[in-house]
């Protein structure tokens, strides 16, 4: 697997020569670069015992054809933000594509299961705000009626940019015909955070992604002259929204994955000369656990009341957006700590805080798992995202052996 691992990493830079400029990758999905990105791919099946095709929503499938029709699927993305790195995503798809080919050699073309490989249509959503599009359409999670009239910073209309890459709004839905006979489903991304490095560890596996409270919350004092209004006399919103800034801290604390961000906060009427009268500030909270995202979002708002009152204000909450946690398959998380085990020798279990492809694949049923591997300085979205070659290596060798682990898996259940 070495020499194939060797050969993938080459890919990626190729790929990257091929689609980022000074300032980095600039696959955004259905842009021409990304579309040139998806050309290149193709040209590294010829030869391959398989066929292609992109469904409904735009995800490009290659398939293996087994023994059996039940099918390890394996999968990520290659579109990228604006000025992204060359790993976010392209990883995925190029190590699963070395395994496929892996695969296909081992088994002269005709492995026991079907193998295929999803590269999702864009995942990122940096451009009209819809992260997750290509696999929200194959788990029948899909909004078009909501997406339908978003635009891009340029105006365009994103039904239009789909149309150009003969996509057509209306059918997404059909990319859940590619479910049949999905038996699991396994993603390799970088951890795009700090954990792995800081354990000095290559590898992790993913327990699942966090489920994510998203609020708005609007803390209502008094305006008043800054020069004229005593200290004791003051209904400063600001101050309320202040004090709950700080005390999601602890809140969050007291759990050992959670996460919660105070990530903008707007003063109106936001002048030198005038107390706050009104404050609005975002809260966004995280957690694999349901129990202990309800709690934390109850704390917060107990707390927002009690500074509100200590303040002289009131405070409303409105609810911006949210999603549930969603576990990954329990026995696909074991065989991924054996595959990194057998790999590298220790792993590590930890949630995904950022969203994935997977967690709209698990959300459809099919049994998931995910893979991390270190994210140097835990940077992404960025052109500096980096990895040790050492570890993507390891990856796509942990990853081999997880898709391994998992046809058996499949195959006996046939
Ligand atoms: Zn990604």
């Given amino acids: 697997m070495q020499g194939d691992a060797r050969s993938a990493i080459d890919l990626l830079k190729e790929l990257r020569a091929l689609t980022a400029d000074e300032y980095g990758a600039q696959r955004l999905a259905w842009s021409p670069v990304w ?160 954990v792995l490095e800081g354990l000095n560890l290559p590898l992790g596996a993913v327990l699942g992604t966090k489920g994510v409270e998203r609020h708005m919350i609007t803390f209502y004092g008094q305006e008043a002259h800054s020069g004229s209004t005593p200290m004791n006399a003051r209904r400063d919103a600001l101050a309320a929204a202040a004090k709950l800034a700080l005390e999601i801290r602890p809140i969050a604390m007291r759990h050992p994955d959670a996460v919660c961000t ?73 065989f991924c700590e054996e595959a990194i085990r057998d790999t590298v020798g220790k792993s590590h279990r930890l949630p995904s805080g950022p969203l994935h492809d997977a967690a709209e694949v698990s959300r459809a049923g099919i049994p998931t798992a995910m893979l991390f591997v270190q994210s140097l300085k835990g940077i992404s979205h960025n052109k500096i995202e980096d990895t040790r070659e050492e570890h993507l290596e390891q990856a796509i060798a942990a990853l081999d052996k997880l898709a391994a682990k998992t046809m058996e898996w499949i195959k006996a259940a046939i």
């Fill in 35 to 194: 579309l040139k990105a998806r050309a290149w791919f193709q040209t590294n099946l010829i030869e391959l015992p398989v066929e292609h095709h992109y469904d409904a929503a735009g995800n490009s499938w290659t398939t293996l054809k087994g023994e059996s029709e039940k099918a390890l699927i394996l999968g990520s993305h290659l579109d990228s933000v604006p000025n992204g790195g060359w790993l976010d995503g392209a990883l995925g798809v190029i190590g699963g594509l070395a395994v496929l080919k892996r695969i296909a050699a081992k088994y002269h073309g005709k492995p026991p299961v079907t193998v295929r490989l999803v590269d999702w249509a864009d995942e990122e959503g940096a451009r009209f705000g819809r992260s997750l599009f290509g696999s929200s359409a194959f788990a029948g999670t899909q909004t078009i009626e909501a997406d339908r009239g978003r635009t891009d910073s340029t105006g365009k209309r994103l039904e239009d940019a789909l149309a150009e890459c003969g996509v057509k709004i209306d059918e997404i839905g059909d990319a859940g015909f590619e479910r049949k006979n999905a038996g699991a489903y396994l993603e390799l991304h970088i951890e795009q955070g700090p």
């Fill in 262 to 334: 105070v990530g903008s906060v707007k003063t109106f009427p936001g002048i030198v000369t005038a107390v706050v009268g009104r404050c609005e500030a975002t809260l966004d909270q995280r957690d694999l656990n349901a129990d202990v995202l309800a709690a934390m979002y109850k704390e917060a708002q107990t707390k927002s009341e009690q500074f509100a009152k200590e303040e002289g204000c009131t405070v409303e909450w409105s609810r911006i957006w949210n999603i549930a946690a969603e576990p990954f398959h329990p026995t696909l998380v074991n």
